[in-house]
């Protein structure tokens, strides 16, 4: 093994100092150098204010190999980590021209640059340019003094894409070894019975190891293997992960995916199936999660916001009497939901969603009861879910979604669609 | 005014340093103590580590007036601060007879103690002791060497708890006045723009003070004043966000709002009105965003979601023969769009949105070209918008959904609607 690399982290922004934001940044740079080996020490925030920075710059240097800054490249008067650091490491800062290019034609659309703006083209000599996919401020790498610079911009859209795509290609050098995770994406079992189900396991493994994370509505497990090369790793976690996979059975939907859509996409691509949604209580949030995925046209036709009854009524064409004798939040208006929005957009499967989301009740039901459907043609499915009378309107929508992706994952897979 | 104490932040724990959690205490506490008039000048992470501890608390020392840490004062064995704080300012540990008559009962009760408990009972000769009501840690602060230095446990339940209950008490004599923000929300212009725009002011006023921000979509200009009592601090506010306001004019759609749509559903309190959405690039996050509001029903009726060309004429009953003609991205089908929902579900409004988010293109438009309407019945308005083809799929969707909600509030407050 090498040398350790010491990385800090100096995070720059009044507006971390003021609390209005939370350091996010760090701790996503902190979690990703961790799984390559790279060992963060210290994590500084610092004001906007040229002499703190610089001070703070010394105390980096004085203890760290490493120095990992993020915010302050935009075009405002406060924004100086550039300045700052090329001044602490004796350097200049040049024109790129690549980048000046690009921030001139992109100024030059939007009709609305101002000369401030074109600050951001001018980085340290002789640095190592990280052109930014999300925003227009690049970041830059360098070496000198003995040191490793890294500069990201502060907004963790623009921080986390940099960072995956260009900060940890050039820092894998640095790194003593490498840790590979993949996580088990579950829906139907909560953290603390997964929890439970493997406290003997998560005890007894060092290497690999596991432990279960709760995210807002869903349930992952995560399983990580510690070792000299990437396919070595991988070799220790398979047998782990296809024995735990054995004890879960279909409730794990999916492996290393952001979400169940996701999820869904990825099998939508191997077998083909159009679909469409009625959403009472989710609001359009299963139209909208769907349609974040790109490509998501080839597979989701559309669908009907059906708020209020008389847009289920007007647009779906659903029965009122029917609404008015079982009421909006019904297994038998979900079921017409899912039959009608199918019929009328013409795809081979429709889901349908409504219940109440909270905070208001409607006097009948509690609040977090939804009833989802799914129908292809042939047959409809109709699941009761009782979230709880506890649980927030986002929660509630977020969840009602996740049981109708799920009920179409399941239908897509031949496993029973109510699980 | 009396003299301004210095503050810094330092949280101690490994768990921060690898990215398994956030600071969020560093943010809850800079926060409230910005509102107190404490300004935090630094923030330092730092593991669980002896010698990197007491350096970090040396160079705290030489920085600062105040020093609050967060962390390690539970019972197990790289729980140090309290040590070596005590160590740095000169203290011994000495046992508090309330503390561990406390402890003592707490775990014959739960009948799990083990003797390393116990020492959570020693805290440094001579502090205030702050007892912890969320868990068996107690906190402190002491006065040392010229320092303040205040001692909180790390999970934040805990942390934020006893900060509000007791922290903030003790620190308040420390204060040298009291800080209220307001801030203004902007739609229409950039971060940079506005900087350009408010450069002298910006640099000419000290208190209060004004800065951008820039949000992914949103642009906020925060005013902040500082005085002896908020009442203070208001009359001082008062002027200086009216000239502001003169200055930027109808592009502030609100003060203090989270998003547009809150500041859309605020004017709808006072003026209400029904309204749908026909959304296509946007795919349902106009629905969606606006009923993650309670008591969005009384004023969004629903919507469809037209992601295909079947489902615009099919749904929405655009003719086929038009969409075929000026293509589904077009002046004339968002038109058709806003027209067709708001006769559909009988709203007093109709908004519609077709565009282009990527990453994938039509052959015909520029990724980022979106085209949003409105109607009232009497009247249709439809914008053009030239996102640039850079931005992300997300950032366009977001940022038509804002156009939509912006038209919304102009047409509702009788400006133009096309700005």
Redesign the interface.
């Known amino acids: 093994m090498s040398k350790a690399y010491v990385t800090e982290i100096l995070s720059v922004g ?11 940044d ?9 799984k390559i080996g790279v060992d ?8 906007d204010n040229p002499q ?1 920075l610089r ?2 710059v010394e ?1 980096a240097k004085s ?1 760290a190999d490493i120095i990992i800054t993020t915010g302050g490249l ?5 924004d100086l980590t550039k300045q700052i650091l090329a001044e602490c490491f004796g350097l200049k800062l040049v024109k790129n021209e690549a980048e000046y290019a690009g921030l001139y034609d ?1 100024f030059n ?2 009709k ?1 640059f ?1 000369p ?2 074109f600050l951001q083209a001018y980085l340290p000599e002789g640095c190592t340019v990280f052109h930014n ?2 925003g227009t401020a690049p970041g830059c790498a360098f070496e000198a003094q003995g040191k490793v610079v890294v500069m990201l911009p502060g ?1 963790p ?1 623009e921080c986390n894409a940099m960072f995956r795509e260009s900060a940890i290609p050039y820092l894998r050098r640095f790194s003593d070894g490498l840790i590979v995770s993949h996580t088990l994406n579950i829906f139907g079992l909560g953290e603390s019975t997964v929890d439970q189900m493997f406290r003997d396991e998560m005890n007894a493994m060092r290497n690999p190891s596991m432990a279960p994370y709760a995210k807002e509505c869903d349930c992952l497990l995560k399983v990580t293997a510690k070792a000299g090369t990437a396919e070595e790793a991988e070799d220790m976690l398979r047998p782990a992960i296809a024995e735990i996979r054995g004890k879960l059975g279909d409730i794990v939907y999916g492996m290393d995916v952001d979400c169940i859509e996701e999820a869904v996409m990825q099998l939508l691509r191997d077998r083909p199936l159009t679909f ?2 009625a ?1 009472s209580c ?7 999660r ?3 995925l ?4 080839a597979f ?9 009854n ?2 289920k009524a ?2 779906l064409g659903i029965d009122p009497a029917l609404i008015e004798e079982k009421s909006a939040v019904s297994y038998e208006v979900a079921k017409a939901m899912a039959e009608r929005v199918r019929q ?3 795809a081979d499967v429709g889901l349908g969603v409504t219940g109440l989301a ?3 009740g409607d006097g009948v039901h509690e609040v977090g009861t939804v009833f989802i459907s799914l129908s292809d043609g042939e047959r409809t499915w109709v699941r009761e879910a009782h979230m709880g009378a506890q649980r927030t ?2 929660y509630v ?1 977020r969840m009602a979604g996740n049981y109708a992706f799920d009920m179409l994952r399941r239908y897509m897979t031949g496993l029973d669609v109510l699980g």
Chains 1, 2 share one sequence.
């Open positions: 009044t507006e971390l100092l003021l609390g209005h934001v939370t350091n996010t760090a701790r996503d740079i902190a979690e990703q150098l961790s963060v020490r210290y994590q500084t925030v610092v004001g703190r001070d703070c105390i203890r935009g075009p405002t008067c406060d992109y659309v939007k609305n101002t401030n703006n996919n999300c907004p859209k469409a949604a959403e989710t609001g359009g949030d299963i139209a909208r769907f349609t974040e790109p490509g998501a046209s989701f036709l559309g669908g009907v916001v059906s708020y209020t008389g847009v007007g647009v009328l957009t013409g909270g905070p208001d309107r986002s929508r």
